[in-house]
């Protein structure tokens, strides 16, 4: 179990500690029970919520005891950390459903079964609260100055902040009170973007009972070596479920990722060892696309299973070399998408989805961006019939790295 501590720094992930000394020695010398938090805000966890997962395993191997904490009670009130907005208020119903998708794609990366981890859902003691006794037992130990300094509530001050998201930190903090006594959990972990959260949880366990042995880790958040957060399309969010996001296009988006990010994520996210991240890292140029279809390979694989992350892989290449696979997201077209037998270039990229607009559609053709059946269209009317999509289909090409498929 040794040098757990050491390998999460090489690997870049921590960005905070409480307690450096405290929180090696748990996690190097001493089986730990730590948690992590996930409110139950969608149908599907995303790319942001991958990264404490791939955590959790790591720690799990390791021979520590995760506990995934779910979080239907916080989310009927919301976490305005980093927004600038009040989330959307969720009804019960939602909240149940999203925390039984969050169940299932949890147990793809971490191991629930005889009591390994244990997953726990924070309803089970917020929703029994009694107002009052809250006020006394937890919200005395905080003070409101020092909460509005807190990073977290930053971005809502100018816009507003509600009264019941101002109610989270104390919510959260509960959290870690409650597991500290019921689960023996001295360790919360969370994205740096928790820090305020995590710090003021171990706070109010010292003050509660009178003990000095809970501490907080945060973990360096999923960005762009620009600073821009990770886990974005046009489309949206890069979600887990393959419903939201296909295999192939969650493959695509680690096969794309920068140059100046791939062995930084390959580190973070993947379980490859070090030693062989390192001869990655010797790669340059075009060289470096072997360590990208590495990286989106070993992730997909994670997420969907090795078939899937073959499928894509394959219909990747098959779609960068001008050729059709099976495995390639496909857009089939009906007989009234065509007026008079014939279909447009600009209505061809908005029924793929490749864009949202007709004149997003036309911008992308007048910069050269738009690459049918290997050949570049320039012509914004350029118009094609029903033949044109006979046998394995037509291959649209945006840009360099969005692909579809189109068949009657």
Not at 22 to 44: E, P, W
Not at 145 to 155: D, I, P, V
Not at 245 to 269: C, G, H
Request: net charge negative.
């Amino acid at each position: 179990m040794s040098q757990v501590y050491e390998e999460l720094q090489a690997r870049g992930l921590i960005a905070q500690c409480t307690n450096e000394e405290k929180v090696r020695d748990l996690l190097d010398n001493h089986q730990t029970a730590f948690y992590i938090g996930f409110d139950a805000t969608a149908d599907s966890l995303h790319v942001g919520h991958f990264l404490q997962l791939v955590i959790m395993a790591r720690l799990q191997q390791a021979g520590h005891h995760p506990i995934a904490l779910i979080g239907g009670g916080t989310t009927m009130i919301g976490d305005p950390t980093g927004k600038t907005d009040m989330r959307k208020m969720l009804t019960k119903d939602e909240i149940n459903h999203n925390a039984e998708c969050f169940r299932k794609q949890m147990r793809r990366l971490v191991d629930f079964d005889g009591g390994k981890a244990t997953m726990v859902n924070n309803a089970d003691w917020i929703l029994q609260f009694n107002y009052m006794d809250f006020l006394r037992e937890v919200g005395v130990h905080f003070s409101v100055n020092r909460m509005l300094t807190a990073e977290c509530f930053k971005t809502r001050l100018e816009k507003g902040l509600s009264f019941i998201e101002f109610n989270y930190m104390l919510l959260q903090s509960y959290d870690f009170l409650h597991l500290y006594r019921n689960m023996d959990c001295h360790l919360e972990l969370g994205g740096d973007d928790q820090w305020s959260n995590i710090i003021n949880g171990a706070d109010l366990i010292r003050r509660v009972e009178g003990k000095d042995d809970a501490y907080g880790l945060t973990f360096t958040l999923l960005t762009t070596s620009e600073g821009k957060k990770m886990g974005k399309t046009e489309k949206g969010a890069v979600w887990l479920d393959p419903e939201k996001t296909s295999p192939y296009e969650f493959y695509q988006y680690w096969r794309n990722v920068n140059d100046a990010d791939v062995i930084r994520v390959m580190k973070m996210l993947t379980f490859m060892t070090l030693e062989e991240i390192a001869e990655y890292e010797k790669l340059e140029g075009a060289g470096l696309n072997k360590a990208k279809e590495r990286l989106a390979y070993e992730i997909t694989s994670m997420v969907h299973g090795p078939e899937e992350a073959e499928k894509a892989m394959n219909a990747a290449k098959a779609a960068f070399s001008g050729g059709a696979s099976a495995d390639m997201p496909t857009t089939a077209l009906s007989a009234d998408d065509f007026v008079d037998g014939q279909i447009g270039a600009m209505d061809l990229l908005v029924k793929t989805g490749l864009v949202k607009s007709k004149s997003e559609a036309r911008r992308t053709i007048q910069q050269g961006g738009l690459t049918i059946n290997d050949a570049k269209v320039t012509d914004v009317y350029a118009m094609y019939g029903t033949d044109a999509f006979a046998g394995d289909g037509m291959i649209i090409r945006k840009g360099k790295k969005s692909f579809r498929k189109v068949t009657l």
